[in-house]
């Protein structure tokens, strides 16, 4: 069952506005974060995807990667059970399969220890 249902991907240029959302109504575990990530075109499928967005479950505090900070922004609505993150001031460079991901206990850095993850959703940056 798919727990985690990534959205909004879409091919924009760049300057460019995006919404990508995660739907985890699906999901019945516990939550101690909930983060997205990336994994650019060319990189293989064993290489760690890289951590761009981060919100802690209990305080709500956001964290995020030098490459994205000051043009994305993470955010959730808990009635909707859905992760959001808005993109703006698209780079050519931010073209990449994302996808959403949740940590259950505090395990690791800000961006290991993430056990459940959703398939995905592609963003293309191109003039």
């Known amino acids: 069952q798919v727990q985690l249902a990534e959205s909004g991907g879409d091919s924009v240029q760049p300057g460019g506005s995006l919404t990508l959302s995660c739907d985890a109504s699906a999901y019945t575990g516990s939550i101690y974060s909930m983060a997205w990530f990336r994994r650019a075109p060319g990189k293989k499928h064993d290489e760690p995807r890289e951590g761009v967005a981060g919100l802690l479950d209990s305080s709500g505090a956001t964290y995020y990667s030098d490459s994205v900070k000051g043009r994305f922004t993470i955010s959730r609505d808990s009635a909707k059970n859905t992760l959001y993150l808005h993109m703006n001031n698209l780079k050519l460079e931010d073209s990449a399969m994302y996808h959403c991901?949740?940590?259950?206990?505090?395990?690791?850095?800000?961006?290991?220890?993430?056990?459940?993850w959703g398939q995905g959703t592609q963003v293309t940056v191109s003039s």
């Open positions: 991901a949740i940590k259950e206990i505090p395990v690791g850095g800000r961006w290991s220890g993430f056990n459940t």
